[in-house]
């Protein structure tokens, strides 16, 4: 095996500044190029009072969350000029439209390329009809199945992931596919890099797809050369360049590990030393993932080769013929509605046993829990900005709607939507028992700041706040009633829910929902709660945090 000497990675983040300095250089340029030509008429002035009144309608009609108008709404109107050349060069830019129809011509055949089980549906659908429902909108609207039989593991440490996935990775035979926000090439990556050029030489097809955003100040030019000269192909998600002709605001924010088709990883770690705890300069740094193997990697696949072949525009043809044949005729959609679906009684949503007059009703989570018991149905779905389904929030709100007894949830940001908001405290107010674990300590103070600025909110609606004393938080998981858990990529914030390309695994029943909330169970100790620090605030911090929560959307 070719071996190659050690060097140092080169830091990046001067590119990032350049970047950043020269694209405000262009937005001041232009902004004194069109005032230069003001002939004194204010016929230019009304020309862009009237384009600015335009694109507010358009913004406003948007099918967006209000709070993502907003910033763009109030900026264009206090500054016209700098408003309208932003968004042109953003969310309004023409290549962004072209974008979009880029990936939604991928998504349009993933119903064929992933055709839904109605042995899956059915198994679903009799065991309990709001799972069945929190799945559908997955499949319907998301495009991407349920399937039973996929053998499941949860990692509640990056670092035992990380391990698990070095293993797997020499086990590999037929192609190995790595897509992640952040790559760093150092002592974490090292041995997937011997791994991989091995691999490389004994012909397996190795592809590493990275966020240029995200691994830039962790990968030096030479990354990409070293990979090519072991026959490994790499493709940068988004470029990063000094001018406005890309969608940049929009990064692959996914996390996969992809093997033969047959085994994938996934979770909240990207591949840099500071998530597996080789370095610790927020203490200690929480993060989980999963391991599938079975036939829901499939759907992991789709995901990794529609971002592979949509960055250069490609045919993906020949790479759907090689790596993800056609399913038979007998699992292909249709419709399934078993006898008795529907016709539960309705339980208490008070927690543990409870006493009705003379009748003693078990919770949900106590019915699903004996329902479920020995059943694992795993759905693996994407999020992306391109379309107008906010899969990643809607999935959330579903779980909170159909929750009775608890929804627990980990974050490291906390940016919602008035929608998400409105959810959390609803379900609180229904009595369910609605905690979130946030860091205790950030790595961005600012971003920080904004998460605590809607702890009063939720705390008023009943919603319960802990800190994650030890360090930093990172991991992005759910679990409910027992019987639900999301783990993935997806912050509940806006560039997850909005701006990013995600991933995630839906689960319903199995071992990693029992292990999920055993996780919880374990971290709830060592935490802070400060649901009462937040029941009561101040003018002054009630005026800083309604700032901060004015930028959110920006941040």
């Not at 406003?60 to 993502?68: F, I, S």
């Not at 979009?100 to 055709?115: C, H, R, S, T, V």
């Not at 490389?200 to 240029?212: H, S």
Request: charge should be negative; charged fraction near 20%.
């Amino acid at each position: 095996m070719r071996v190659e000497q050690k060097y140092n990675v080169g830091n990046s983040i001067g590119r990032i500044l350049f970047v950043a300095v020269f694209m405000t250089f262009q937005v001041w340029l232009m902004v004194s190029i069109i005032t230069h030509y003001d002939d004194g008429s204010g016929i230019l002035d009304k020309t862009i009072q009237l384009i600015a009144f335009l694109i507010v309608l358009r913004v406003y009609g948007q099918h967006k969350n209000a709070a993502n108008k907003m910033p763009w709404i109030i900026l264009i109107l206090i500054f016209p000029l700098l408003g309208i050349l932003l968004w042109s060069l953003t969310s309004g830019s023409l290549l962004l439209v072209r974008k979009k129809k880029q990936f939604l011509k991928y998504d349009a055949e993933l119903q064929e390329i992933l055709p839904q089980s109605q042995e899956a549906v059915c198994a679903l659908a009799a065991t309990d009809r709001g799972l069945l429902e929190e799945s559908r909108y997955v499949t319907e609207h998301g495009r991407f199945p349920v399937y039973q039989g996929t053998s499941a593991r949860y990692f509640p440490e990056a670092e035992q992931g990380r391990l698990s996935q070095i293993e797997d990775l020499r086990r590999a035979e037929h192609f190995i596919f790595l897509e992640y926000f952040a790559i760093e090439d150092r002592e974490s990556f090292a041995p997937i890099r011997e791994i991989l050029y091995q691999k490389a030489e004994e012909g397996v097809d190795v592809r590493i797809l990275y966020d240029d955003i995200g691994s830039a100040s962790m990968l030096s030019f030479r990354f990409v050369k070293l990979m090519e000269s072991h026959g490994i192909r790499c493709r940068d998600f988004n470029p990063i360049s000094p001018f406005f002709s890309i969608f940049m605001n929009n990064r692959d924010h996914r996390k996969m590990t992809i093997i033969d088709g047959k085994i994938g990883y996934t979770g909240g770690y990207n591949l840099a030393n500071e998530y597996f705890g080789f370095v610790r300069p927020y203490g200690h740094w929480k993060d989980t993932g999963v391991r599938l193997e079975g036939e829901a990697v499939r759907s992991m696949t789709a995901m990794f080769l529609e971002m592979w072949n949509a960055m250069r525009r490609e045919d993906w043809t020949a790479d759907l013929t090689k790596y993800l044949p056609a399913v038979s005729d007998e699992n292909r959609p249709g419709v399934c509605v078993p006898a008795g679906v529907g016709e539960q009684k309705p339980v208490s949503a008070d927690r543990g046993e409870t006493g009705l007059g003379d009748q003693t009703c078990p919770t949900r989570s106590a019915q699903l829990g004996r329902a479920l018991a020995g059943q694992c149905f795993v759905q693996p779905y994407a999020d992306t900005p391109m379309d107008e389904e906010q899969t990643g929030e809607n999935v959330i709100m579903n779980i909170l709607s159909m929750a009775q007894d608890y929804v627990w949830i980990s974050t490291p940001y906390l940016v919602l939507s008035d929608e998400m908001a409105r959810a959390l405290t609803l379900a609180a107010k229904r009595g369910v028992d609605v905690r979130i674990l946030t860091p205790g300590i950030p790595d961005k103070k600012i971003v920080y700041q904004i998460t605590r600025s809607y702890y009063g909110a939720l705390v008023a609606g009943g919603v319960r706040i802990f800190e994650y004393t030890p360090g930093f938080n990172h991991a992005k998981m759910t679990v409910s009633d027992d019987a639900t858990a999301v783990v993935g990529s997806i912050n509940l914030d806006f560039r997850s829910l909005y701006l990013h390309f995600e991933d995630a695994v839906l689960f319903h029943g199995g071992q990693v929902v029992s292990d999920v909330k055993q996780d919880f169970q374990h971290i709830w100790p060592q935490s802070l709660e400060v649901t009462e620090r937040y029941a009561h605030r101040g003018l002054g911090l009630r005026i800083w945090q309604s700032v901060l929560r004015l930028i959110a959307p920006l941040t």
